[in-house]
């Protein structure tokens, strides 16, 4: 247990739904990353917040949006969802950011397989 | 922009032998980190390694290793005496510090260790 906690693990749905993915991160990091990873493919960064707020944003869809909490915990928003959409999305956590991030190591989740029938 | 580039695909090694896995980075900051994940067939990314662009000398962790020729730009891991259950895909990744915090990954390079 990485201490990155992902749900759902699976989730299928249909074209045009939304879907919402959580994830806690490890006690003590205050950054969150999500990541996108389709079939055969690496992982496309989407966003990261830190302690609440944004600081990086990848090629992340409009249809696509995120969020963290009071509590560090995030959320990404999946909406209008297309076949291509489907993919393992990732969260990981770090402790720090910015200038200060030396290392920075990742700690990933166990990430959501979502499928988009 | 930044840039990771994996151009192996993918590599079959026999057990035991060592085997080089290539990564080429392409950054102007002249401060940045480099790290190296796996990612075996569960799914789940395990962090194997970490090299500062600061970093006197090539980072070590057990049986991996980072050749780090800077210069060069590339970040290559070397995994020594290699075993079955290194075969995995394998993902070389780079953030530049002192920047917005994105941390990007190359395409990543699929081991098969053979017995």
């Known amino acids: 247990d990485s201490g990155v906690t992902q749900t759902p693990k699976h989730l299928i749905t249909a074209t045009g739904q939304r879907v919402t993915l959580r994830c806690s991160p490890r006690?003590?990091?205050?950054?969150v990353y999500w990541y996108q990873q389709s079939l055969d493919q690496g992982l496309q960064f989407l966003i990261q917040y830190y302690n609440g707020e944004e600081r990086a944003k990848g090629n992340i869809l409009e249809r696509f949006s995120a969020q963290q909490f009071p509590d560090l915990h995030s959320e990404l928003n999946l909406s209008s969802l297309e076949l291509g959409d489907s993919a393992l999305y990732f969260c990981?956590?770090?402790?720090?950011?910015?200038?200060?991030?030396?290392?920075?190591?990742?700690?990933f989740g166990a990430g959501s397989r979502l499928t988009v029938l | 922009a930044q840039k990771i580039t994996q151009t192996q695909p993918g590599m079959f090694v026999q057990e035991k032998e060592a085997v080089t896995l290539d990564c080429t980075y392409d950054t102007s900051d002249p401060s940045y980190g480099l790290f190296w994940y796996k990612q075996p067939s569960s799914g789940e990314m395990i962090f194997l390694i970490y090299q500062g662009s600061y970093d006197q000398q090539n980072a070590t962790e057990g049986r991996y290793s980072l050749n780090f020729q800077k210069a060069r730009k590339s970040a290559n891991l070397v995994i020594s005496a290699s075993q079955l259950g290194d075969s995995a895909m394998y993902f070389c990744?780079?953030?530049?510090?002192?920047?917005?915090?994105?941390?990007?990954f190359g395409k990543g390079t699929r081991l098969h260790i053979l017995p």
């Open positions: 990744a780079m953030r530049e510090e002192g920047r917005d915090d994105k941390i990007i």
């Open positions: 006690s003590g990091d205050l950054s």
């Open positions: 990981a956590s770090s402790h720090r950011t910015g200038a200060d991030s030396g290392a920075n190591v990742l700690t």
